[in-house]
């Protein structure tokens, strides 16, 4: 039973990096656009999660730059007001660009707000009402009670594919030990990075060996990286692993929560204990929400693979480029890197963004319609901000044209996308 009811234009679904630009995008565009998010604060994975780093942007070989548009503006924000900064990547993703995750809350807040379209938080999305192929309601939960709201258009930028998967749109799903493992990002304060910096990747590898040998410390990721924020002395850690878990069973997401924190004890123990530079810190965080990498994958008009990333694959209906490497967080694996070959980029096309049967939704993020492996490269927070902008975009399309999302003229939605500095 539902208590209220509201109309819009566009209806987005999460508030992470592609939910973000999914509204900017409709509401520039003219659009009477509802963003919904169930946590306080925009971002998702960029903020809650406390990943603090865009990578996508550039190439990783060529440095060339793929991504502009709406993404590039919001970086370049944080980078004038001297909250980020470019930085090389340990593992050869490329130069990342590292923020204070408070000041992308704002940026994020006030792009929404500036935009015109209205935002509402600490609400769930939950049922999905739907007739002859369109979704005509979408039930939010939150302190009020429920409400349905109609659209012309929803976009799914839930990262899990909540609202495609209610609507009985087909989708993938890896099982529990494929899925790419869940982290707990975590912050420290009073660190001397300079004696932290002189210890290796390796060095700091073979350190976590020795902890784990000597049975003081329980260390799952004997690998995993920090590094410096645009805070002084403050670092950002990403080396706790909790694998085998659906993020989308709330009971096993619970555990992996409480997992995660105990794992990051032992990482800040053992950083203090064994490795210089940490003597002095403490946590001064834990994500609020651990970081999930990976659950359900939509199958869409046409479905990205490993094969198409690695060979840098184009296409015609192309809406954003990537060239970030297949970086798999296998459960009980280590890290399985696999760099884009060619000239550095591959397209993700539209029809990645197009669920099948439902005539009315897009999707943007990493939910898009990819196999793992292939996600595994196009969840990079640049090209997720891209697809929200595609999506955004596609939606105003479809609805100036009435025709369904799947339907509208790829070239049409490159030409806009083009001439709101999109790279394609
Ligand atoms: C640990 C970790 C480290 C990473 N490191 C990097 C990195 O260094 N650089 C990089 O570029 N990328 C990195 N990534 C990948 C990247 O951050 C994500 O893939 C990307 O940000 C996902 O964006 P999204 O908007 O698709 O999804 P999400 O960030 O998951 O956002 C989804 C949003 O929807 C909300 N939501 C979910 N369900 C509902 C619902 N039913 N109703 C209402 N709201 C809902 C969520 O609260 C969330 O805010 C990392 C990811 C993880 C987990």
């Not at 509204?23 to 971002?43: D, H, T």
């Not at 967080?329 to 890197?337: E, F, L």
Request: hydrophobic share 40%.
């Amino acid at each position: 039973m539902t208590t209220s009811s509201k109309n819009v234009d566009v209806l987005v679904l999460g508030g992470g990096a592609a939910g973000v630009c999914a509204a900017v995008s409709a509401a520039r565009g003219g659009l009477k656009v509802l963003l919904v998010e169930s946590q306080g604060c925009l971002g998702g994975s960029r903020t809650a999660t406390g990943v603090d780093t865009f990578y996508g942007f550039y190439t990783p070989q060529q440095q060339q730059r793929i991504v502009g548009g709406i993404p590039w503006e919001l970086a370049q924000q944080l980078i004038k007001m001297n909250a980020a900064f470019e930085r090389k990547n340990t593992y050869g993703a490329g130069t990342g660009i590292t923020y204070d995750v408070e000041l992308l809350k704002v940026v994020y807040e006030d792009a929404v707000l500036t935009s015109g379209a209205e935002l509402l938080y600490h609400t769930y999305a939950s049922l999905v009402h739907q007739s002859e192929g369109r979704i005509t309601g979408v039930v939010l939960a939150n302190k009020l009670g429920l409400t349905e709201v109609s659209a012309k258009i929803y976009i799914d930028a839930t990262g899990d594919g909540d609202i495609a998967a209610r609507a009985g749109a087909p989708f993938e799903k890896s099982d529990a030990m494929e899925l790419q493992s869940l982290s707990t990002i975590f912050f420290m304060a009073n660190i001397d990075t300079d004696a932290a910096k002189k210890v290796s990747h390796a060095e700091l590898a073979s350190m976590m060996k020795e902890a784990n040998q000597s049975g003081k410390y329980v260390l799952p990721r004997e690998e995993g990286s920090w590094h410096v924020t645009p805070n002084p002395g403050v670092i950002q850690a990403n080396m706790v692993r909790v694998g085998g878990v659906d993020a989308t069973d709330p009971f096993a997401l619970t555990i992996a929560e409480v997992e995660g924190r105990k794992q990051t004890q032992q990482y800040v123990r053992f950083l203090k204990d064994c490795v210089p530079g940490f003597e002095n810190g403490f946590l001064i965080g834990t994500s609020h929400h651990i970081g999930v990498r990976e659950t359900r994958r939509i199958i869409g008009g046409y479905m990205l693979t490993e094969e198409d990333v690695v060979a840098g694959r184009r296409f015609e209906d192309g809406i954003a480029c990537c060239g970030a490497p297949i970086e798999d967080h296998g459960a009980g694996k280590d890290t399985r890197w696999v760099y884009v070959q060619g000239d550095g980029y591959y397209h993700i096309p539209y029809r990645s963004l197009v669920p099948q049967r439902i005539d009315n939704l897009l999707v943007a993020g990493r939910c898009l319609s990819a196999t793992h492996g292939a996600q595994a490269s196009a969840r990079n927070s640049a090209q997720c901000m891209a697809m929200g902008q595609a999506a955004g975009t596609a939606a105003a399309i479809s609805i100036e044209r009435n025709v369904a999302a799947r339907d509208i003229p790829s070239q049409a939605l490159q030409e806009r996308l083009v001439s709101q500095n999109a790279i394609i």
